[in-house]
Protein backbone atom coordinates (compact mmCIF):
# COMPACT_ATOMS: atom_id res chain seq x y z
CA UNK A 1 0.00 0.00 0.00
CA UNK A 2 1.17 3.49 -0.86
CA UNK A 3 1.29 5.84 2.16
CA UNK A 4 0.83 9.58 1.57
CA UNK A 5 0.79 12.24 4.13
CA UNK A 6 0.12 15.85 3.87
CA UNK A 7 2.12 18.66 6.24
CA UNK A 8 1.76 22.58 5.97
CA UNK A 9 -1.56 23.22 6.68
CA UNK A 10 -3.07 26.12 8.97
CA UNK A 11 -4.65 29.04 9.99
CA UNK A 12 -3.36 31.70 7.99
CA UNK A 13 -5.13 35.17 6.89
CA UNK A 14 -6.34 36.40 3.78
CA UNK A 15 -3.46 37.18 2.01
CA UNK A 16 -1.20 35.10 3.14
CA UNK A 17 1.02 32.04 2.05
CA UNK A 18 1.47 28.73 2.72
CA UNK A 19 3.38 25.42 1.79
CA UNK A 20 1.89 22.20 2.00
CA UNK A 21 4.26 19.04 1.36
CA UNK A 22 2.87 15.61 0.82
CA UNK A 23 6.05 12.90 1.36
CA UNK A 24 5.03 9.27 0.43
CA UNK A 25 6.67 6.28 1.61
CA UNK A 26 6.85 4.51 -2.10
CA UNK A 27 10.30 3.86 -3.53
CA UNK A 28 8.33 3.88 -6.90
CA UNK A 29 6.83 7.99 -6.02
CA UNK A 30 8.84 8.89 -9.12
CA UNK A 31 6.69 7.35 -11.53
CA UNK A 32 3.54 8.44 -9.95
CA UNK A 33 1.46 11.40 -11.69
CA UNK A 34 0.75 13.37 -8.50
CA UNK A 35 -2.59 15.70 -8.18
CA UNK A 36 -3.68 17.60 -5.04
CA UNK A 37 -7.25 18.02 -4.39
CA UNK A 38 -9.21 19.62 -1.43
CA UNK A 39 -12.74 19.45 0.10
CA UNK A 40 -14.57 22.05 1.89
CA UNK A 41 -17.41 20.79 4.39
CA UNK A 42 -20.42 20.44 2.51
CA UNK A 43 -19.08 20.38 -0.66
CA UNK A 44 -17.81 17.73 -3.00
CA UNK A 45 -14.29 16.85 -3.66
CA UNK A 46 -12.59 19.59 -5.76
CA UNK A 47 -9.50 19.23 -8.04
CA UNK A 48 -6.67 21.75 -7.75
CA UNK A 49 -3.15 21.31 -9.54
CA UNK A 50 -1.57 18.12 -11.29
CA UNK A 51 1.94 17.20 -12.05
CA UNK A 52 3.30 14.10 -14.57
CA UNK A 53 5.97 12.59 -12.96
CA UNK A 54 8.97 13.95 -14.38
CA UNK A 55 7.99 17.37 -13.18
CA UNK A 56 7.92 18.94 -16.22
CA UNK A 57 4.02 19.06 -17.09
CA UNK A 58 1.43 20.63 -14.61
CA UNK A 59 -1.78 21.89 -14.75
CA UNK A 60 -4.30 23.61 -12.19
CA UNK A 61 -7.70 24.48 -11.63
CA UNK A 62 -8.97 27.53 -12.92
CA UNK A 63 -9.69 29.01 -9.34
CA UNK A 64 -6.09 28.73 -8.60
CA UNK A 65 -3.91 29.46 -11.59
CA UNK A 66 -1.11 32.22 -11.07
CA UNK A 67 -1.69 31.79 -6.95
CA UNK A 68 -0.52 28.42 -7.02
CA UNK A 69 2.62 26.26 -7.89
CA UNK A 70 2.84 22.66 -8.04
CA UNK A 71 6.19 21.01 -7.58
CA UNK A 72 7.92 17.53 -6.94
CA UNK A 73 11.25 16.47 -5.63
CA UNK A 74 11.43 13.08 -6.53
CA UNK A 75 14.77 12.47 -4.90
CA UNK A 76 13.17 13.35 -1.43
CA UNK A 77 9.84 11.59 -2.38
CA UNK A 78 7.89 14.61 -1.97
CA UNK A 79 5.17 17.15 -3.65
CA UNK A 80 4.57 20.18 -2.78
CA UNK A 81 2.24 23.14 -3.04
CA UNK A 82 3.25 26.35 -2.68
CA UNK A 83 -0.27 28.70 -1.98
CA UNK A 84 0.44 32.28 -2.27
CA UNK A 85 -2.02 35.23 -1.60
CA UNK A 86 -5.01 33.18 -0.05
CA UNK A 87 -8.48 33.54 -0.09
CA UNK A 88 -11.67 32.51 2.35
CA UNK A 89 -12.90 30.19 -0.56
CA UNK A 90 -9.47 28.38 -0.48
CA UNK A 91 -10.53 27.13 2.96
CA UNK A 92 -10.64 23.44 3.09
CA UNK A 93 -8.88 19.80 3.73
CA UNK A 94 -6.03 19.53 0.83
CA UNK A 95 -5.52 16.10 -0.38
CA UNK A 96 -2.49 14.56 -2.30
CA UNK A 97 -3.12 11.61 -4.56
CA UNK A 98 -0.90 9.60 -6.82
CA UNK A 99 -1.69 7.93 -10.15
CA UNK A 100 0.04 4.76 -11.30
CA UNK A 101 -0.89 5.08 -14.68
CA UNK A 102 1.17 8.50 -15.11
CA UNK A 103 -0.95 10.83 -16.80
CA UNK A 104 -2.14 14.39 -16.29
CA UNK A 105 -5.48 15.13 -15.41
CA UNK A 106 -8.12 16.41 -13.06
CA UNK A 107 -10.22 13.23 -12.94
CA UNK A 108 -9.81 12.15 -9.14
CA UNK A 109 -10.66 8.73 -10.66
CA UNK A 110 -6.34 8.21 -12.68
CA UNK A 111 -5.59 8.57 -8.80
CA UNK A 112 -5.13 4.76 -7.10
CA UNK A 113 -3.89 6.20 -3.90
CA UNK A 114 -4.96 9.30 -1.23
CA UNK A 115 -3.44 10.58 1.77
CA UNK A 116 -5.49 11.71 4.73
CA UNK A 117 -4.99 15.63 4.17
CA UNK A 118 -4.39 18.80 5.70
CA UNK A 119 -6.33 21.69 7.01
CA UNK A 120 -6.03 24.88 5.28
CA UNK A 121 -8.12 27.67 7.13
CA UNK A 122 -8.14 31.19 5.23
CA UNK A 123 -9.80 34.36 7.53
CA UNK A 124 -10.87 37.37 6.15
Known amino acids: QVQLVESGGGLVQAGGSLRLSCAAA????????MGWFRQAPGKEREFVAAINWKGTATYYSDSVKGRFTISRDNAKNTLYLQMNNLKPEDTAVYVC?????????????????WGRGTQVTVSS
Open 97 to 113: AASELGGLGSNEAIYEH
Open 26 to 33: ERTFSTYA
